[in-house]
């Protein structure tokens, strides 16, 4: 059904119109408004075009460089011949927010100052902040948490200015990545504290990062090995060889939630290797797993020409070996010290404790080395010695991690894959396959 608005009731020299049509017949619609123009004096501003399968709307903001209407009643033709929807709004009258007659919830902070953007893309608001939002289940995003995610939204005056699907289409919804405009008065830290209890009770991440220049073009990835890239907590498996896993496994455990001070429980684990073959450390690589998607990541970040490090608080030998198998550049952990005849360990170590401060140190020593800045840099992990280093890099990601770490992390994954840090940079499924083959 053809649907045709008036012309703008002022339309003259040097007027702005925003011009839209919308219709079932793709290209076409975008033809029609382009052939039109081409006859008439104007300039073309700003343009931007939406598909849903045959269904285009395509906008264009256009200045009038004459008086003559005329290019009002061709566009009107062509929208009748096309079956299509036109529509104009002179941009100065937009200066005016439309009313909400049905409010659900109370609104923070105020509507903000209406300002024409640069941008038709962009919501109408001055005093923004861009952020970008990615948003995952491997079982799917359900309407229900959809619908929190958007009343969440609009709770805190946040507009939605572009939503991509970034899983493979086909199949049930479970990637996202939202544009989001926010009032730059918005309390960031009690907005991350609401987004971390919303994706909690939904069981679906969402990672708020600024989507700058910084967000793709990041350079460096630091991992953190044990229980990240690796499945396993490489201490509790030499000492399961030791005989003391029970002993180790629970003093790790409360490391982990930041019950313990790094150094002092890793002191405590360490005595009680005391006297163990240094041979336990072959034994421990072959039964080490890495996590799903390990390989894939690590192979598509070289591919993109990211530099790659695990900084570990286990111990440099397991360290150097993952190194090897991923095709990393940098390793940095912990030297188990060895007896004289350098065949049993001793119980200590040797050299820098590799803690929670030192992995952050390490990082910006790395990020240094290979003249980036900490915007440009990605890290991953899992435990309460790995927030330093979350906290110091661009993009930090708590993976499958404690829930101690989650809360105090900036990002969150909790997916089976690694391949979905990918995801929080904004790449589709499309992009990864793409990565996956070889050339």
Same mark, same amino acid.
């Given at each position: ?6 012309p703008p009731?002022?339309?003259?020299l040097?007027q ?6 919308a219709?079932?017949? /793709?290209?076409d619609?975008?033809g029609?408004v382009?052939?039109c ?9 700003d343009?931007m075009l939406s ?7 395509f ?5 009038l460089?004459t ?22 709004d002179?941009p100065?009258?937009q200066a ?18 209406i300002?024409?953007p640069?941008?038709?893309e962009e919501?109408?608001?001055?005093n923004?902040?861009?952020y970008?939002a990615s948003?995952?289940?491997?079982? /799917?995003l ?20 572009k ?14 990545d939202?544009r ?7 309390d960031m ?17 969402i ?5 700058d ?8 990835v630091?991992?953190?090995m044990?229980?990240t890239l ?8 030499i ?8 002993q ?7 490391a ?8 002092e429980s890793l ?7 005391n006297g163990?073959?240094?041979d336990v450390?072959?034994?421990?690589k072959a ?5 799903e998607?390990?390989?894939f990541?690590?192979?598509?970040l070289?591919?993109?020409g990211f530099?790659?490090a695990?900084?570990?608080?286990g111990?440099i030998p397991l360290a150097r070996?993952?190194?090897s198998?991923?095709?990393?550049d940098?390793?940095f ?5 060895v007896s004289?005849?350098?065949?049993t360990?001793?119980g ?9 401060i ?22 991953v992990?899992d /435990?309460a010695?790995?927030l ?6 661009g993009?930090?990601i708590a993976?499958?991690?404690k829930?101690r770490?989650?809360?105090?992390a900036?990002?969150?994954?909790n997916?089976k894959?690694?391949?979905?840090v ?10 990864l396959?793409?990565l996956?083959?070889?050339y």
């Amino acid at each position: 059904m053809t649907t045709i608005a008036s012309p703008p009731p002022k339309a003259m020299l040097d007027q702005k119109v925003l011009v839209s049509m919308a219709g079932p017949h /793709g290209t076409d619609i975008v033809g029609a408004v382009l052939e039109c123009l081409a006859k008439h004096p104007c300039d073309i501003n700003d343009c931007m075009l939406s598909r849903l399968y045959h269904h285009v709307t395509f906008g264009v903001l256009i200045t009038l460089k004459t008086n003559d209407s005329a290019i009002f009643t061709d566009l009107a033709e062509a929208a009748a011949k096309w079956d299509a929807t036109l529509t104009y709004d002179v941009p100065d009258t937009q200066a005016t927010e439309p009313p909400v007659r049905h409010e659900q919830a109370p609104r923070i902070g105020p509507k903000g100052d209406i300002h024409i953007p640069l941008s038709l893309e962009e919501a109408p608001y001055s005093n923004r902040i861009k952020y970008a939002a990615s948003i995952l289940n491997q079982n /799917g995003l359900q309407p229900a948490f959809l619908n929190d995610w958007t009343q969440f939204c609009l709770r805190y005056r946040i507009s939605v200015e572009k939503l991509s699907r970034l899983n493979k289409g086909g199949s049930m919804l479970s990637c996202a990545d939202f544009r989001l405009s926010v009032p730059n008065t918005v309390d960031m830290n009690q907005l991350r504290t609401d987004l971390f209890e919303l994706s909690a009770s939904h069981g679906t991440d969402i990672a708020l990062q600024p989507d700058d220049v910084f967000r793709k073009n990041k350079r460096l990835v630091v991992f953190d090995m044990d229980s990240t890239l690796i499945r396993q907590e490489v201490i509790d498996e030499i000492a399961r060889h030791a005989g003391v896993v029970d002993q180790v496994a629970a003093i790790t455990e409360a490391a982990m939630n930041g019950e313990i001070d790094f150094k002092e429980s890793l002191r405590r684990r360490v005595a009680l290797l005391n006297g163990t073959s240094v041979d336990v450390l072959e034994k421990v690589k072959a039964s080490l797993t890495f996590t799903e998607g390990a390989h894939f990541l690590c192979r598509a970040l070289k591919k993109l020409g990211f530099k790659l490090a695990v900084i570990s608080g286990g111990f440099i030998p397991l360290a150097r070996y993952v190194k090897s198998e991923l095709n990393l550049d940098y390793a940095f952990a912990n030297q188990l010290k060895v007896s004289a005849d350098g065949k049993t360990f001793t119980g200590e170590t040797t050299g820098p404790i590799v803690d929670g401060i030192r992995k952050a140190e390490l990082l910006d020593v790395i990020a240094q080395a290979e003249g980036v800045t900490p915007k440009q840099v990605i890290a991953v992990g899992d /435990g309460a010695n790995d927030l330093w280093m979350l906290n110091k890099a661009g993009l930090g990601i708590a993976f499958n991690a404690k829930p101690r770490v989650q809360e105090q992390a900036p990002s969150r994954i909790n997916q089976k894959s690694l391949v979905y840090v990918l995801t929080l940079l904004g790449f589709s499924d499309q992009d990864l396959e793409q990565l996956s083959s070889d050339y």
